[in-house]
């Protein structure tokens, strides 16, 4: 086949363009049309690895023929003209060049470059595409870059901001916001963005894993699972990560970044690598056909020829001793010596056996044969094996077509008629029958044959219609004699006939194509003659076998047999153009076969068809010399167009200049400097995709770099060493490399260097020792570098597990840099992660604090300028305990140094900050509380040199803070207590309010501060347990010494009222009982002795309850004596009775008591809070006041009442029942009550019968159900 790259003409046109453009340069100075003349010596050069070409850096290479070029490049140059300023012109004229000697050295580097590579790709016989690769990266995706990530944040910002139709809850919009706000803003992501580290899946996973967290922790909504929730989440994240694009909307083409991760074809490959190395559409063109890169033939020879090559150099390093210098472990010179050897035999044995078990074609006998010249064959058998006529027996592949007929004249149109088709050995076939007037078929048979010169036989017979008849007509038949080189369209045939048959003139047109097995190499008449075969000079039938991959045959066939009559294997022989040998007739254009003690001379009958049978043999035979033939064919025949085609390219390619790169033998140039250039080219185009690859090859890379390395014989520890210098020194420039990468081919290197392989030990280079010194120095002083640098190299711990391998691959390089025992070498490991850790909190903290200036601020801004560094400093932690410490898991203990560190750093600023303080101020205490809640929240943390250093700095203030708040409150109960007059407007003094307040607030803020040291906190809390239960006693004490001087000094009236001071003092003692069960609860004090410390406030509390009621009730139990005192005038027998009864009383002294007690009861209920103390006061004022009203009326038990005094007792004694009634008392009816009532009733009966009714509705009759009537 052709290459589709680009059409012949194309190639043509743009040739001549350039060899214009080339002569041009010439005649003006360049150097171009050297290149030809020295194509010819160009494949017997070394590429001595000393020039570095201008696309490659680092090691460089260098062919002999550049060297010519640049100095005839130079002598022509120095023919030009004058120049006006000879030194400036001429330095300028000697530096383009120079640059362009440099890229025309490169380009013809990369085009010899360019054709092992394609050798590669066209017939690989060590590597394959891997698959393991694309699932170990299937994680991840497309690269995210600069315009991508800006992009990626308009889309969130949009929905945010309520611009998208995307619909979302609270929860969700959370979410993105803090997603938004600490992942897509912050400068480490950019900073990965940059680096080409960053792909989709990374933002995605980062999403998923913080909402993951937020879900939990909310609540079982019933019906709606967790997983529900997280799905449809992630839905719209992705709808928003998308943009405007339609989700349902199929994708038509596969991206850019998953196709190069495909199993590629050869086409793509070749695609690849023309982008890898610079080629252009048209050198790839005349490359892949002149290279005949569709020949798997031409490829398999090529392939033969490298390997002999191969043996033949080992050998020769061999004989001449130009061995490398060995780095010796404990072997001696020699014997490396003799193991290089070994290696280098071993290593083309391997590829031969490759070779060889790559099957063949179909038609091949299946027999194994051992490769000349392997250690295989030596040790499997001791003789040669010899090949049988049976090995070789072909099968063909028949197919006959019978189109039609012509010339039935004299037979009846009515007439059937049919073919028979019959070959040996094979079933013999019918057509359908047809009418004689319409005798077409186009009837396909197949047969299968082994013999290479069948016999094909088509008869045309017609149905017999007679009695006697048995078996049909023949009408004429047809012999034909095909090979594979037969013609393959239709062709019209004369039938042999009967001599009395009527149709002398009978056609046939016959389709008759014998496809050609496999491994039938080439078939055609030959004359020949050998020694010990074909031993006549004769003209034979002959076809070339391949058996297998090593071992052809040339047989002699016969017709219609399936076995060769003559045969000769091809091992060893040398095939040549000849001169015509003048005593042979037969044949014109002469070739041969020569090896020592055989030869054959062989003769075709045309010049093409010798070429093609040269060529056949050539590839067989393994020779290194390629015949060249004497004379070169212009013009293609129609019948032979294969023949020429190769030659055709051939010539074309070296009319282009591209002879020598073709002809160029492998095994004369340096590949280990080759390797290197492709490598490095290649992980340049690789880097530059839009794959997220961090530095993994993809499959199809993988395959050729292989594939190169194995056929080329590149050194397995010069390719990892290589990769390994390419991987550093993209990481040293900023671009994310996969450390476990890394760790792969420093592994391989350092078991080759130290005699660890598994496949045994191996010589070792001096050049790959040194090399290997060098990158592991650079290696662990880049693996430090990331680990010092965690949280900016591994973002968010971003790549997924980079961070962890990055810890091992230090590991590795630091206990193979140790030779001593393991347990030292963990040591050392550890030392060099602390080292690193250590360093680590150095960078993080100067990072976080770079804002922090605190020149020119006042000691405020400074402090909440710290508090706000400390809140950051909680994130950056927390975040490396949430992305980090899992790395870390094998190095915990390292960690939490590590966070010590950061602290200590962190500790230096708040003391600083803090000494600048005003003493007596408490603005620090928030930063106090906002680190200790972090460290006690941390077991690694808590209690540790930090969290110490807070506890010790922040003590004093605390006890200063303790001991100025008790002499307050101290100082507020004295001066507040001790004031004149209280603000009658509210109903709890202010000042006791706020001394309360401030002792329950002061026992809040300490709890709050949850203090580390227990013993400490212990012993805070049980001072001011003490301090606040001696307080609360101070101030009940002084409230109800105010009480009484208050209460004494009311006067006793019936216009006596409670105050609101009275009812304030009240409501103090009131809730510094309600205040007590939680300001005064029980505890421990330092020592762990249990304190009831509310019981004592209690006791005082509810004596001083018990006195004021006391108190108070007494004082109304002195106004209600005076009314009493008052009827006493009116009693029977005194003097002041008489003149008293002239005066007529009204009832104004029972109104005015009764108006006393409910205004009374009125201010108590609504000024006093507690209802307790309200009933409590009530009842014993009611049952103290029956108490006063029955011992007064026991005192006049023998006298009887006054009218007045009997219808004031009524009226009072009603109400007052009444009134506590509606209060809430629950027992009215007490037996005090009951016997007043019982005497008043008699007094009223008695008071009936000698003056009539009492006048005024004054009447005890309705007193038992009447609690409620209204006077």
Known sequence: MICPSSSDEEVDDVQQQQQQAGQQETSSGGGGSHHHHQSANSSEQAVPASVTTASSGGRSIKSSEGVAVAAQNGSVTSLGGASPSPSIKSSEEDATLKQQREEEEGRRMRLQLYVFVLRCIAYPFNAKQPTDMARRQAKRSGKVNKQQLQTIKDRFRSFLAGETQIAADEAFCNAVNSYYEVFLKSDRVTRMVNSGGCSASDFREVFKNNIEKRVKVLPEIDGLSKETVLSAWMAKFDAIYRGEEDPRRPSNRLPASAASELILSKEQLYEMFQNILSIKKVEHQLLYNACQLDNIDEQAAAIRRELDGRKHAAEKIETQHRFPRFYCRNESEEELQRLYIDELRQQVALLMNNLESLPVSRGSSGRNYHLPGSKLSSLDSTEEDSLSKADVILQFALEVIVVEVQGLKSLAGSKIIYCTMETDSCPKLQTEPVEASRPIWNTTGDFTTTQPLPQVKVKLMTESTGVLSIDDKELGKVVIHPTPNSPKTPEWYFMQVHKNSADQQIRIKLTVKMERPLNMKHCGY???????VWKKWKKRYFILVQVSQYNFVMCSYQERKAEPYEMMQLDSFTVDYTVPELD????????????????????????????????????????????????????????????????????????????????????????????????????????????????????????????????????????????????????????????????????????????????????????????????????????????????????????????????????????????????????????????????????????????????????????????????????????????????????????????????????????????????????????????????????????????????????????????????????????????????????????????????????????????????????????????????????????????????????????????????????????????????????????????????????????????????????????????????????????????????????????????????????????????????????????????????????????????????????????????????????????????????????????????????????????????????
């Open 526 to 532: 030959l004359w020949a003659q050998g020694r010990s």
């Open 584 to 1271: 042979h007739e037969g044949g014109r254009a002469f070739f041969n076969a020569v090896k020592e003690g055989d030869s054959v001379m062989f003769a075709s009958d045309d010049e093409q068809d010798r070429i093609l049978w040269v060529q056949a043999m050539y590839r067989a035979t393994g020779q290194s010399h390629k015949p060249i033939p004497p004379t070169q064919v212009q013009k293609l025949s129609d019948n032979k167009q294969d023949a020429p085609i190769t030659q055709f390219y051939a010539d074309r390619a070296r009319k282009h200049g591209m002879d020598e790169f073709i002809s160029a033998d492998p095994c004369k140039y340096d590949h280990s400097s080759l390797y290197e250039l492709l490598q490095r080219l290649t992980l340049d185009h690789r880097l530059n995709d839009s794959y997220s690859c961090l530095g993994w090859f993809s499959p199809g890379q993988i395959f050729v770099l292989d594939e190169y390395c194995s056929r080329y014989g590149v050194r397995g520890c010069h390719k990892h060493l290589c990769n390994l210098s390419d991987l550093l020194d993209r990481a040293q420039q900023g671009i994310m490399i996969d450390p476990t990468l890394i760790h792969y081919s420093y592994a391989f290197c350092s078991s080759h260097v130290y005699g660890s392989r598994p496949d045994g030990i191996g010589t070792v280079t001096m050049d790959e020792k040194q090399r290997f010194d060098e990158i592991r120095t650079r290696m662990k002083i880049y693996a430090m570098d990331q680990i010092t640098r965690f949280r900016y190299c591994f973002p968010f711990g971003r790549p997924q597990g980079a961070l962890k391998a990055t810890l091992t691959l230090l590991g590795r390089v630091a206990m193979d840099e140790d030779p001593g025992p393991e347990s030292g070498r963990e040591a050392k490991v550890r030392e060099l992660v602390r080292h690193c850790l250590k360093e680590a909190a150095l960078v993080n903290y100067t990072r976080v604090s770079d804002y922090a200036k605190f020149d020119e601020m006042d000691s405020y801004k400074k402090l909440q300028v710290i508090i706000h560094l400390a809140e950051l400093c909680i994130d950056v932690l927390q975040q490396n305990e949430e992305h980090h410490f899992e790395s870390f898991e094998w190095y915990s203990d390292l960690m939490v140094e590590h966070s010590e560190t950061f602290w200590s750093l962190f500790a230096v600023d708040m003391d600083s900050v803090l000494e600048k303080q005003q003493p007596d101020t408490w603005d620090s205490f928030p930063l106090f509380q906002l680190l200790n809640d972090h460290l006690m929240g941390d077991e690694r943390l808590k209690t540790g040199k930090f969290h110490s250093h807070l506890r010790d700095t922040f003590a004093p203030l605390v006890i200063r803070y303790v001991d100025l708040m008790e002499s307050s409150i101290a100082q507020s109960i004295d001066r507040g207590f001790g004031k004149e007059v209280w603000d009658s407007n509210q109903s709890i003094n202010v000042i006791a309010s706020d001394i309360l307040w401030k002792l329950q607030a002061l026992q809040t803020f300490i709890l709050d501060l949850h203090w580390p040291d227990t013993i400490f906190a212990s012993h805070i809390e049980h001072r001011l347990k003490l301090t606040t239960s001696d307080m609360m006693q101070s101030m009940v004490a002084r409230t109800l010494n105010r009480f009484k001087n208050l209460l004494q000094s009311c006067r006793i009236s019936l216009d006596f009222r409670v105050t609101s001071q009275l009812c304030q003092l009240i409501n103090v003692a009131i809730e510094c009982r309600n205040q007590s069960q939680k300001i005064c609860a029980s505890g421990l004090d330092a020592s762990g002795t249990q304190h009831i410390y509310h019981a004592v406030v209690d006791e005082i509390l509810d004596s001083a309850f018990t006195e004021m009621q006391s108190l108070i009730v007494s004082k109304f139990n002195k106004v209600l004596e005076i009314v009493l005192s008052k009827m006493s005038r009116y009693d029977e027998g005194s003097f002041t009775a008489s003149f008293l009864s002239l005066t007529k009383p009204g009832m104004e002294l029972a109104v005015n008591f009764n108006q006393f007690v409910s205004i009374n009861q009125d201010v108590i209920l609504d000024r006093i809070n507690d209802e307790v103390f309200v009933n409590s006061v009530f009842e014993k004022w009611y049952n103290t006041a029956l108490k006063i009203f029955c011992d007064w009326l026991n005192l006049r038990s023998e006298l009887q009442l006054h009218v007045y005094q009997l219808k004031t007792l009524i009226k009072v004694f009603k109400s007052f029942a009444r009134d506590f009634a509606l209060q809430g008392v629950a027992e009215i009816k007490t037996k005090t009550h009951t016997l007043i009532h019982k005497r008043l009733t008699v007094e009223e009966a008695t008071a009936s019968v000698t003056i009539g009714s009492l006048g005024n509705n004054i009447t005890m009759k309705e007193s038992d159900d009447e609690v409620g009537e209204d006077d």
